[in-house]
Structure formats: structure tokens, C-alpha cells
């Protein structure tokens, strides 16, 4: 019973560890994780997800408990490794699979590659920020010049994913890059309006996920988590205004 129950806790804390890792809420990580144990054969399990760790204590029958945590530095969204965790764990509880390759499917999901390449990626990228500007008003040459912007943003955290820079930093440039190319765009051409090609370059930037999570936490009762999540999302507000304002203020002068 020993063995089982560690690997109980082993499937149940790396499934809650790629959920955390990849965007989903709080209380999403936590049924999942007691919604894998319990279909492992755990008799009681307890759990506590906070955005930067994860906690978990398994019971067996017979009164034995394992606790273990894991640490989870770097985030992303990725809804596509939450949706495939999301379906194995419903498999397991339906009895459609054992533990064992549960937890293989598992390990697969948390190593594969998922995403676009950067090219599309960029080009989504510059849809999102284009459109924006479509939304504003704004016309063709405000438009393309957002789309660039938002397109360039992209390209920017790219090379910076590839240098493991932290995030904030990311951020913080990627405001710097779409104030440069909406000032660069306006200097060449002065029909096109800077201020609409800046706001839809930010736009990728922009914490939507991390907002609407911290919310739901809120709501959900999960202080901790929401308060963190929403500070998350203040700092990143924070490091793109820096970023557009610094750009802002240096050319006025």
C-alpha cells in the first residue's frame, strides 16, 4: 500500500503542477488534483494552490498521509495542456484508464510542445493588435501600423523567452517596442495616428487571463490566490505603461 499511495501522489500533484503551470484558476487545480486521487483509491485528500505552489496530502485507508508540494516558478496559458489534463482526469474517474498510463499520458502532456510556431504566432499577434485599431476608428495605415506593432511585440518576447528573461522585463519592452514603432510611424507619416497604433501593439500585453482569474478567485473565496493573481496583473499593467511612457516622454523632449 506504500507504493500505491505514493504514486497516487505523485499523479495527483504533477496533474495540479501543469494546470498551475499553464493558467487554470485556483479552484480548477485543486478539484482536479482531489478528483485524480480519490479515483487512484485515495480514501482523503486535502489541497491548497496558491499561484506560485502547490500543496497536497493524500490518506489511505488505513490512516497513512503523504504531503508534498511543488514549487511553480514560471507560468504561461496554454489552454490547450489544460483542456487534455481536464479529459485525462475525467477518463480516470470513468474508469476508461488505469494510473499507470494516466500518468505516462500525463508526463507526455507536460513535456510535448504545444502552440503555434513564431511566424503564425506573429501574425495572430498582429490580428489581435490590428483589430483593435479597427475598434478605435482608426484607419488603414493606423491599422497596419498596429498590426506591425502588435507583430513586433511578439517577435520581442520570443527572443526574450529564448534568453529566460523574466517576464516583467518582457513586459516592460515589449510597451518600450510598440511606443517605438507608433511614434517611428507617426514621425514618417503624420496622418497616421499614434496613439491608435500604440494601443493595439499593447494589446497582446494586456492581462486579461490573469484579470478574470484573480476575480474568479476572489469570488470563489480563495483570498490568497486572488490577491496575487491580481497583483500579477497590476505589475504587468504597470511594467507596459512604463515601458510607452518612457518612449512617450524621451521623444517630446
Not at 134 to 157: D, H, I, K, P
Not at 180 to 198: K, N, Q, S, T, W
Request: net charge positive.
Amino acid at each position: 500500500m506504500k507504493i500505491l499511495l505514493e504514486e497516487i501522489m505523485e499523479l495527483a500533484i504533477l496533474s495540479g503542477e501543469v494546470l498551475l503551470k499553464n493558467g487554470a484558476e485556483t479552484y480548477r487545480v485543486e478539484e482536479t488534483m482531489a478528483h485524480v486521487a480519490k479515483a487512484c483509491g485515495a480514501a482523503k485528500v486535502e489541497s491548497f494552490v496558491i499561484p506560485t505552489g502547490v500543496f497536497l496530502t493524500v490518506n489511505d485507508d488505513s490512516g497513512r498521509s503523504i504531503t508534498t508540494m511543488r514549487r511553480v516558478k514560471n507560468r504561461t496559458i496554454n489552454l490547450d495542456r489544460i483542456a487534455k489534463v481536464n479529459e485525462l482526469s475525467r477518463r480516470l474517474v470513468d474508469r476508461r484508464i488505469d494510473r499507470k498510463d494516466a500518468y505516462g499520458i500525463l508526463k507526455h502532456i507536460a513535456r510535448e510542445r504545444t502552440g503555434f510556431s513564431l511566424a503564425p504566432s506573429m501574425i495572430a499577434a498582429g490580428f489581435v493588435g490590428g483589430g483593435t485599431a479597427v475598434l478605435q476608428n482608426a484607419g488603414v495605415y493606423e491599422t497596419l501600423g498596429a498590426f506591425a506593432a502588435a507583430a513586433s511585440v511578439r517577435y520581442l518576447a520570443h527572443i526574450v523567452s529564448r534568453l529566460h528573461g523574466v517576464q516583467f522585463t518582457f513586459e516592460f519592452l515589449g510597451g518600450m517596442v510598440a511606443a517605438l514603432v507608433g511614434v517611428i510611424l507617426h514621425d514618417m507619416l503624420p496622418a497616421i495616428g499614434r496613439d491608435a497604433v500604440i494601443i493595439g501593439g499593447i494589446m497582446p500585453l494586456v492581462p486579461g487571463v490573469a484579470i478574470t482569474n484573480a476575480i474568479r478567485d476572489v469570488i470563489a473565496g480563495d483570498l490568497l490566490s486572488g490577491l496575487s493573481r491580481g497583483l500579477e496583473a497590476a505589475l504587468t499593467s504597470v511594467a507596459v505603461a512604463m515601458g510607452v511612457v518612457i518612449v512617450l516622454a524621451t521623444h517630446s523632449w
